[in-house]
């Protein structure tokens, strides 16, 4: 890999979504961060939560998202590998923020139209830009066809009857979670699957790989062979040599 590849840059997008404080930040940082998985900072007027989900080469956070709550709107930033999904990272990131508000539904609340109205764009993105290749594939899942009906349909009527914002966020949270491990079941290669294919060619090739090789002998993308070295360079599975 090249100093030039290895400093790529993720694109960053940003969601924007009505909201109301009922409670108090102080008390909403207390109970989120229990989880031990965000940074956290408040104010009397806002509360910031990041979460850094993978470092490059010099350590510098690469993918991360940040919620910004403030007591009229709450801030969603994330940031987007090069060589992965646009559409299907937005539909992650609103995932991660509808768990996070089902914990604090007593606290802060949403604008229900605009919330079910991203979640329903995500999932519309995802379904409608497919590959034809993932699409012979779905027409074999039927029963994952049917859920993403009922999301749909689910999503209209959870706007339409105002019902309360944790039995809307806890039900919609468990359905987008199990939307999120049919898709994975359907990836060519996940990165636990590539790590050690490339950890076997490491050991049958004198420790060095080529990323074109490697990406033409197993039909993989540069780009992606790239990600996976990085990961494994951040994660401290393989070093870096000369």
């Known amino acids: 890999m090249s100093a030039e590849q290895s400093a790529i840059e993720p694109k960053t997008e940003e969601i924007s979504i009505g909201g109301k404080l009922i409670g108090d930040f102080v008390d909403m940082e207390s109970r989120i961060t229990q989880l031990q998985l965000y940074m956290s900072k408040s104010t009397p007027d806002s509360l910031i939560l990041a979460r850094v989900e993978s470092r490059d080469i010099q350590k510098k956070p690469f993918l991360f998202l940040i919620m910004t709550f403030r007591r009229d709107r709450v801030l969603l930033e994330y940031t987007i590998a090069p060589d992965s999904s646009p559409k299907m990272r937005r539909l992650y990131a609103l ?30 993105d995802v379904f409608n830009n497919l590959s034809q290749g993932y699409s012979t594939l779905f027409n074999n899942y039927d029963a994952l066809s049917n859920e993403y009906r009922e ?24 359905e987008n ?15 636990e699957s590539l790590m050690v294919m490339v950890q076997e060619w490491l050991e049958s090739h004198d420790s060095t790989i080529d990323v074109n090789e490697f990406g033409n002998m197993y039909k993989i993308l540069p780009p992606r062979v790239e990600q996976i070295l990085n990961k494994m360079v951040t994660l401290g599975y393989i070093e870096l040599k000369g």
């Open 177 to 191: 979670v199990k939307l999120k491990q049919r898709l994975g079941q359907l990836e060519s290669y996940s990165d």
């Open 95 to 124: 995932k991660t923020m509808l768990s996070l508000l089902s914990l604090v539904s007593d606290i802060y609340t949403v604008d229900n139209g605009e919330l079910f109205q991203q979640v329903d764009s995500a999932i519309d």
């Open 151 to 174: 999301i749909k349909k689910l999503n209209i009527e959870l706007t339409s009857s105002n019902k309360n914002l944790a039995v809307q966020a806890s039900q919609l949270s468990e």
